[in-house]
């Protein structure tokens, strides 16, 4: 294969779903795997639609994830520039050109007008309601006006569209990589407007121009613009590019995790998980949506989880890195059913990586969610907690919820379980037990563990009538991991302190 140039064409109109990152790693994945070139362009063309800060989250969203891209909006690429509204001059002679050549006429039809031709292709059943290759012929437009009239309109200032003149009767073929070959007759596509009197093209005419000149090689795209990609085609014939039309791969939709529709917005806020990259707060309504990094996601896991939401590598391999995956990806094993998405699945990567990650790294992203809470701690000791938390957590910051007892003695004890196994022989036993403490040295996990035993042997209590206990003065709750351990990391000192503050303040 030729060395491939893809891009990803977002518009900067709000935060950037999943379904998009998705769309944007399959295109990077594709660009690397044959050493092609992965572009950025910022299509914001529909000025009405302008989100602010919305550019800034999406490149901030492609970084995170480690999609850089070879051009873009801040890159000096040979084909830009790569933000639409800023190559705005260039539309406008592509627009002529297919004026003059019969491809596209002016449209001056107003609103109430485009509405009446709709209500009454509605009430005659004789067609579409649409601007089409039928009802263009009773509309407003330089087909049906007079050219004096045209040019008259067009002097005057008039509003005025221009729209795609589709041909009748064509079958369009499209070979897709992933849907194979999608035929659709032109009849039933309608005059797509291309650009408008305020010199601003619009989506379609802006997008297959810049494909044509960035010499894009294949559109990898979602599923949304499949209706679409005949009129594309049709404009590539029209514009005579036939030759350097680009391949098709249209992505199937991520769905809701019961496979119901597409995933949104609101499914995340309804089951509690994100469905943005990044935390996103809307400029106008100071609305939060919550993001895979603030949940505590790596991104590693989240692109390994992304990676597998359509494509799948043909073995059971779950876990990928991403030079694995550009290695492996292909468009060919990207299906064409829709894709559903399951939360928990997400949190089981996130574990995953958790486990497997350097432990020096996760006791540092541990550190900062401490840092955070203002707690402190030797960093052998933050090692040893990491180490002994992890498997039991699915997101670092969990780990503080689940080791918080580490860093502070606890201040109540839990009355359930207090009720059901501490009685007033607990105690004695406890203080029985700090007598053998005091002798352990050193303070380590198993020499701890082997006290415990023998203590147990020596004294005759049995083991159910002293580990719990025990175990709430540690933790102040009747969980968390083996208590030699929690021993070992808290020290004797404060174990001992522990020990005798439960046994003061505990009373069934
Ligand atoms: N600007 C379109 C979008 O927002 C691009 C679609 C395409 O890739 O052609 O998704």
Known sequence: MTKPRVRFAPSPTGPLHMGGVRTALYNYLFAKKHGGHFLLRIEDTDQNRYV???????????????????E??????PYGPYRQSERKDMYRQYAM?????????????????????RKRIESEKTGNPQYDSRSRLSMKNSLTLSDAEVQQRLTAGSNYVVRFKTPENEEVVLEDIIRGTVKVQSWQLDDKVLFKSDGMPTYHLANVVDDYL??????????????????HVLLYKSFGWESSMPQFAHLPLLLKPDGNGKLSKRDGDRLGFPVFPLQWTDPYTGEKSSGYRESGYFKEAFVNMIALMGWNPGTDQELFTIHELMEL????RVGKSGAKFDPEKAKWFNHQYLISTPIEEVAKDFEKVLDGKGLKTEPEKLLKITELMRERVNFVPELLTQAGFFFEAPENYDENFARKKWTPETSVFLLRLVEKLNLINPFYAEEIH????????????????????????????????????????????ESISRIKRAAEKIMV
């Open 214 to 231: 960035m010499k894009i090689t294949h559109v990898i795209r979602g599923e949304e613009w499949l209706p679409s990609a005949p009129l």
């Open 52 to 70: 602010p800060g919305a550019e800034q989250y999406i490149m901030d969203s492609l970084r995170w994830c480690g999609l850089q891209w070879d």
């Open 450 to 493: 082997d006290a415990l035993q023998q203590f147990i042997e020596t004294t005759g209590i049995p083991a159910g009538k002293l580990m719990p206990g025990l175990r709430l003065a540690l933790v102040g709750s009747g969980t968390g991991p083996e208590i030699s351990q929690i021993m070992a990391i808290l020290g004797k000192g």
């Open 97 to 117: 050109q297919l004026l003059e050549t019969g491809h596209a006429y002016y449209a001056f039809d107003t609103p109430e007008e485009l509405e009446e031709m």
């Open 72 to 77: 873009g909006p801040d890159t000096d690429g």
């Open 329 to 332: 990806f292909s468009l060919e």
